[in-house]
């Protein structure tokens, strides 16, 4: 599969260079996206972080639930920041090349979460003055979060085809492709615990307690890729000064299905959805 990503990249990049081309526009934006999340488990993450005391636990009787609190219900999320060149080819006036680096951030691209609680009485208060009873409860809750994310750098390209160039909004389509290595990526572990005493007489009402530990892991480097469909609007600031006539503005949507590769893992395939802001000055 990587092969294959690479002879695609290596082929767009020779069909578009093997013409004649000219710098014609330059691109810079940034966005955030959705992407399919990829549920781990404990066993994955033992070998994410084989040196790991969180992991020495005995987790048997914890309720696995399915993503992390900080993103939506089975997706991650991921943020891009890009600076692009546009080409333009003689024999194909009607299409712009986009072409190049993209940095890529994917949080918590792997993840395995769990909880275990349990509650008991803990003891009975009764009035002396109309012999009303409270009962008191305790419980205690152990949970762990565990997650994988990395920060990569890819080559990125685009074949963007306008309607409407000549006004002052038009908009674009095409499809592209990027890819890349990433350069920093970590394992991290949380567990905490919890307990608490819950009562209510005379006024009084709940006593937590928690402790928690977390670590923290570098893993290798692997390889990312994503192929998407940009769909985008675009404004032209300038309509009569030419100071600011070059200058666009435009927002894009890109579906895209996702390549992520986790070393000692595996690779998955997921589909996602981002968007991107991005400035358009033509030269």
């Known amino acids: 599969m990587k092969k294959a990503i690479l ?7 020779s069909a578009a260079f093997s013409q004649n081309l000219k710098i014609s526009e330059l691109h810079i ?8 999340l990829q549920q781990g488990s404990i066993a994955d993450f033992k070998i994410l972080a084989p040196s790991s005391t969180i992991l020495t636990k005995d987790f048997s009787q914890f309720h696995m639930y399915g993503y992390p609190s900080f993103n939506s219900v ?14 333009q080819c003689a024999k194909m006036p009607k299409v712009t090349f986009r072409v190049g680096i993209s940095h890529v951030g994917n949080f918590g691209a792997l993840s395995a979460n769990g909880t275990f609680y349990e509650s008991a009485p803990y003891d009975t208060l009764t009035s002396s003055q109309t012999g009303e009873q409270t009962f008191i409860d305790s419980s205690h809750q152990k ?17 963007i085809f306008r309607m409407f160039p000549e006004k002052r909004w038009s908009l674009h389509t095409g499809l592209g492709a990027s890819i890349g290595m990433s350069y920093r990526a970590n394992t991290d572990i949380r567990y905490w615990e919890t307990s608490s005493v819950n009562y209510n007489y005379q006024g009084s009402g709940n006593y937590y307690n928690g402790t928690g530990t ?42 895209s299905l996702n390549i992520n590769s986790i070393s000692g893992i595996g690779t998955s395939f997921s589909p996602g959805m981002s968007s991107a802001a991005g400035l358009r000055v033509k030269l």
């Open 74 to 87: 089975g997706m991650y999320q991921s943020s891009s920041y890009s600076l692009q060149l546009g080409l």
């Open 7 to 13: 002879i695609a990249a290596l082929v767009m990049s």
């Open 29 to 36: 934006s940034s966005g955030t996206g959705y992407n399919g």
């Open 143 to 159: 949970t762990y979060d565990m997650t994988y994310s990395n920060q990569q750098i890819r080559l990125d390209g685009a074949m």
């Open 214 to 255: 977390s670590e923290s892991f570098k893993n290798k480097n692997s390889l990312g890729a994503s192929l998407y469909i940009p769909m985008g609007v675009d404004f032209g600031i300038g309509k009569k000064r030419s100071f600011w006539m070059p200058f666009h503005l435009y927002l894009e949507a890109r579906p």
